[in-house]
Nanobody, 123 residues
Framework: QVQLVESGGGLVQAGGSLRLSCAASGRTFSSYAMGWFRQAPGKEREFVATINSRGTYTVYADSVKGRFTISRDNAKNTVYLQMDSLKPEDTAIYYC????????????????WGQGTQVTVSS
């Protein structure tokens, strides 16, 4: 069992930055690929970025490429999402997820989810 707790969301102006964190419980964090996904009102949950278990391979959605950076610290059981040059269309609830043994994964392939953290970008 893995429990995920996100933090770091908030309200920011367009062009600003936020750093999301996701703290994981359990001793097997380093066995999981981790990902960030988001869901805006009235829309389906969508892929944002994933990182493999060792932190050596990352994948980004085209909409965030060059602006967002996913990273992880396996010693701290934590994955991060640095979000720069934020746009109003980035407004959503951001979820952290874990996938056992994978490298990159879609929402339907996640084994565990966090509760989400709200990110609001004002214009």
């Amino acid at each position: 069992q893995v429990q995920l707790v996100e933090s770091g969301g908030g309200l920011v102006q367009a062009g600003g930055s936020l750093r999301l964190s996701c703290a994981a419980s359990g001793r097997t964090f380093s066995s999981y690929a981790m990902g960030w996904f988001r869901q805006a009102p009235g829309k389906e949950r969508e892929f944002v970025a994933t990182i493999n278990s060792r932190g050596t391979y990352t994948v980004y959605a085209d909409s965030v490429k060059g602006r967002f950076t996913i990273s992880r610290d396996n010693a701290k059981n934590t994955v991060y999402l640095q979000m720069d040059s934020l746009k109003p269309e980035d407004t959503a609830i951001y979820y952290c997820a874990a996938n056992y043994g994978g490298t990159s994964f879609a929402p339907r392939e996640a084994d565990y989810w966090g509760q989400g953290t709200q990110v609001t970008v004002s214009s």
